[in-house]
């Protein structure tokens, strides 16, 4: 019985340990890119976007396509006039519906009539520019939309080494939580041998607990990576993600960045999209100019349901001129024409704050690498300084405070030293999305 339960547990233990190795997945910058590109709310919206606006400049194919539709009516009547032309219609008037009475006081008659028109535009000049303005936004959705992807696929590299970053941190943390556990271990047997007081123990003891909060944040915020880094995947896991891949310096991407440029995607687009504007403005002011439509039907009539007695056709052509309409058109030419020139300074504006930024960036990187010597310097030295003062203390030469503070700094130096290496390479990945074209 004894030997059951034994087996029982440790089948439970070893079930317990398998469901918590199956909340930890392994996973490369390539292959979180990969699912990004396929699965990322952010570029679906955007293509989304980009769909409506294609849909819109399909729409203006009716500037050169027909319009053509079909109808069947039915009507039962014994108004004179109607009564009459029905019967012409149909091809069934006789010399006796030439009657006064008849005439006037006409029996019921039904007609089903089923008609075939079309209109055909000519030209109109307003929408054939308001194609044009369709155009330009639709091209300028597809520009964005690549945009969005580059600024997605920065995202992920920033998620990523976030993630990385965490993971270095809480590394860090559990090798001073068990070098402040063997300092511990040192006070105590000191403070049993009579070499150090009470007081001196319980410093030790609070900084162990110090380490233990600091690491439990550590381990908090490698989940809030990895779930941001899931979101941006779009799964909705609570999987932990690792990356196969620990936080290094990035030597790989090149430091030479120029400057912003127009043939940067979202720039093109707000060209576009500036351009777009001022191709409606010209279509406002070309609804002043006449239209000229074509237009034809062909319609067939019997006093039986789907039957076709009779039939006749009427084609023509339309130049129509709405001269005024009160100032509905003068107004709105002029609301064009102030969003053009708004998107102008708009445009000009983004260029400027474009390039603000990206000399902002250049400076932050240039301090970034002036912050890595110093930093890498500065653990190099407190852990050499940690190394000293850990033997004396062991000698009994050493204060504990010392101690403590000298174990404080290597920790401090060390999660400097990686945030450091974070903000480089973010820096450079931010420069280059600048950069992009």
Known sequence: MNKLRYFITICFFGFI????????????????????????????????????????????????????????????????????????????????????????????????????????????????????????????????????????????????????????????????????????????????????????????????????????TAKSNVKNASNYLSFLMNEQSDVILQPKDSLMLDASMSASFESVTENRADIKAMQLASNARETMYKSDKMSFLPTLNAFGSYQMYDDNLFQFGADGYLIGAELKWNIL??????????????SFEKSKIEYEQYMSKSKL????????????????????LAVEQSKEALRIRTNRFKEGLEKTTDLLIAETQYAQKQLEYYQTIFEYNSTKAYLKFLTTN
């Not at 392994?26 to 990322?40: D, R, T």
């Not at 309409?325 to 102030?338: D, L």
């Open 357 to 376: 930024e990206l000399n902002k960036t250049k400076r932050l990187l240039s301090d970034a690498e002036s912050k890595l010597e110093l930093t890498q």
């Open 17 to 216: 340990s398998a469901h918590h190795a199956q909340g930890v997945k392994s996973i490369s910058k390539p292959e979180v890119l990969s699912k990004v590109s396929e699965a990322n709310q952010s570029i679906k919206i955007s293509v989304e976007a980009f769909n409506e606006a294609k849909g819109d400049y399909k729409q203006t194919n009716a500037v050169f396509l027909p319009n053509i539709s079909v109808s069947h009516t039915a009507i039962a009547t014994t108004n004179p006039l109607m009564a009459f032309g029905t019967k012409l219609n149909q091809e069934i008037v006789t010399q006796a519906d030439f009657q006064p009475d008849l005439l006037n006081d006409p029996s019921q008659i039904q007609n089903y009539a089923t008609v075939f028109e079309f209109q055909q535009p000519l030209i109109n000049m307003d929408g054939f520019y308001q194609r044009k303005a369709a155009k330009y936004k639709m091209d300028a959705m597809a520009l964005q939309t690549d945009r969005v992807k580059d600024y997605v696929n920065f995202e992920v590299e920033n998620a990523y080494m976030q993630l990385q970053l965490a993971y270095k941190a809480v590394s860090v943390l559990e090798k001073a939580l068990q070098a402040t556990e063997a300092n511990l271990q040192l006070a105590q047997n000191s403070f049993e041998q009579g070499y150090l007081q009470r007081s001196d123990v319980l410093l030790v003891e609070v900084r162990v607990t110090e380490v233990k909060n600091h690491l439990q």
């Open 325 to 338: 309409q009160g100032t509905k058109r003068f107004g709105k030419a002029k609301k064009s024409k102030a």
